[in-house]
């Protein structure tokens, strides 16, 4: 399935509160849909589906890409769930989100895609791109990309800085000090019901 372009408060009237795709509030607490108020008891499986599109949709992978990261992540010692939320934490779209640079992960992701963003000094316009520890991100030194960026700083995503990232907004650069720690994550998720999920299709 392709990457979602439809309307994101229906995706939070569903799935809950989405830190990386919209910064709106639904006025509507229940899903949509002509069955949203009066919804019978969920399934075992329907829950781990939901948590596993609330991945999903807050980080903007398509089913593809997510398979992907959970067999990177079964390959690393440690907790799987963890090692997945990391590494989509890790990914340049959500690293530039989270400095402040964009107010949404799908703005982020624009700004990396059109070249407006360096990593030690050069141009990358890859979104997926896995930041690491020492990783220098910077605004392009041009005028548009640099105005964009001013623009979105005036109304940042998340007010909170996360303890693995620095971020200087005279010079527009920011750096990666390291792997993000589970109590920074903002998105609310049981990463478990997601492995379960997988490990129950496979």
Same mark, same amino acid.
């Given at each position: 399935m392709a990457r979602y372009t439809g309307p994101r408060l229906r995706i939070v009237r569903r799935l809950g509160d989405l830190p990386g795709l919209t910064r709106k509030n639904a006025r509507r607490q229940y899903p949509p849909g002509q069955h949203g108020q009066n919804r019978r008891k969920r399934s075992e499986y329907a829950i781990r589906l939901e948590e596993k599109q609330k =991945?999903?949709?807050?980080?903007? %992978?398509? /089913? #593809?890409?997510? %398979?992907?990261?959970?067999? #990177?992540?079964?390959? !690393?010692? &440690?907790?799987? &769930?963890? +090692? *997945? =939320?990391? *590494?989509? /934490?890790?990914? *340049?779209?959500?690293? +530039?989100?989270?400095? &402040?640079?964009?107010?949404?992960?799908?703005?982020?992701?624009? =700004?990396?895609? @059109? &070249? @407006?963003?360096? !990593?030690?000094?050069? !141009? *990358?316009?890859?979104?997926?791109?896995q930041a690491r520890q020492g990783d220098v991100v910077a605004v392009r030194n041009r005028d548009k990309s640099q105005d964009l960026v001013k623009n979105n700083l005036l109304n940042p995503g998340l007010a909170n800085l996360p303890s693995h990232l620095e971020f200087d907004k005279g010079t527009l650069t920011g750096k990666v000090n390291g792997i993000v720690e589970r109590e920074w994550i903002a998105l609310s998720i049981n990463e478990l019901l997601v492995i379960e999920y997988y490990s129950r299709k496979a």
């Amino acid at each position: 399935m392709a990457r979602y372009t439809g309307p994101r408060l229906r995706i939070v009237r569903r799935l809950g509160d989405l830190p990386g795709l919209t910064r709106k509030n639904a006025r509507r607490q229940y899903p949509p849909g002509q069955h949203g108020q009066n919804r019978r008891k969920r399934s075992e499986y329907a829950i781990r589906l939901e948590e596993k599109q609330k =991945l999903r949709y807050n980080y903007g %992978v398509s /089913e #593809k890409q997510l %398979v992907r990261y959970i067999k #990177k992540a079964r390959r !690393v010692t &440690g907790s799987t &769930g963890l +090692v *997945l =939320l990391q *590494l989509l /934490e890790m990914r *340049l779209d959500n690293t +530039v989100f989270r400095m &402040g640079m964009a107010p949404t992960i799908p703005a982020a992701r624009q =700004l990396v895609n @059109h &070249g @407006h963003i360096t !990593v030690n000094g050069k !141009v *990358l316009d890859i979104a997926s791109y896995q930041a690491r520890q020492g990783d220098v991100v910077a605004v392009r030194n041009r005028d548009k990309s640099q105005d964009l960026v001013k623009n979105n700083l005036l109304n940042p995503g998340l007010a909170n800085l996360p303890s693995h990232l620095e971020f200087d907004k005279g010079t527009l650069t920011g750096k990666v000090n390291g792997i993000v720690e589970r109590e920074w994550i903002a998105l609310s998720i049981n990463e478990l019901l997601v492995i379960e999920y997988y490990s129950r299709k496979a």
